[in-house]
């Protein structure tokens, strides 16, 4: 648990909804991917970054608050990218961008994003039959630059050996990041328990070959 005395803290707000949806959710990957979002703020500051199923967002809106140019994506609907909307507002930020983008649809918004230097994804490997969308939308983004670096927090699952062979065919390579030990992100809506307790949490860095 972070000392909210302490002057290394970060405060982020979000709204979680009742809604059976998986984008309302703060899933257990989100406030650890940020904690490892925030210790990279000096590397991130005034870089592009981009969150795929930004969800509640945490992730992006710590890079944001670190100084990122960040956009967040969800899928087309309604009322989450109108839930993005609100999370922005409720912690002043006013210069993040927000589209929306299926993962493995190449639409004229996904064509127009720029060139990105990180990617985000937390709790995004949760169904075996979408990997493959999600990871042919990361390697498109990566050939855009192959210096962009695609950060993911991972609750172990059973379809690893699956996720391995998709990264091999789309040219990926993943190596495992250091887990964050002390919390420095504040997030309202979410218990302060430990980061990563009763959940076995991987965070990953893809790159291309």
Known sequence: MADESAKDVLHVRTIETNFAKYGMYSWPCAPVLAEYVYSQK?????????ELGA????????????GAIVTLSDRN??????????TCTLNS???????PLEWG???KEFFKLPQQDFILA???????QKYEDLIVTMSY?????????????????????SLS????????????LPLPLHRHVIIDTLSHSKLHSKHDIILWEFTKI
């Open 105 to 107: 649809c190449f639409t």
């Open 55 to 66: 969800g509640t967002a945490i992730s992006g809106i710590v890079a944001s608050k670190c």
């Open 165 to 176: 062979s998709l990264l091999a065919r789309w040219e990926l390579k993943a190596k495992v």
């Open 77 to 86: 609907d309604p009322q989450q990218l109108d839930l993005l909307k609100e």
């Open 42 to 50: 000096d590397n991130i500051r005034g870089k592009r970054v981009l």
């Open 93 to 99: 930020l006013d210069d993040v961008s927000i589209v």
């Open 141 to 161: 983004l990566l050939d855009q630059n192959p210096a962009c670096k695609v950060w993911i927090g991972y609750q172990h699952r059973t379809e690893e050996g």
């Open 122 to 128: 937390s709790d995004c490997f949760y169904d075996s």
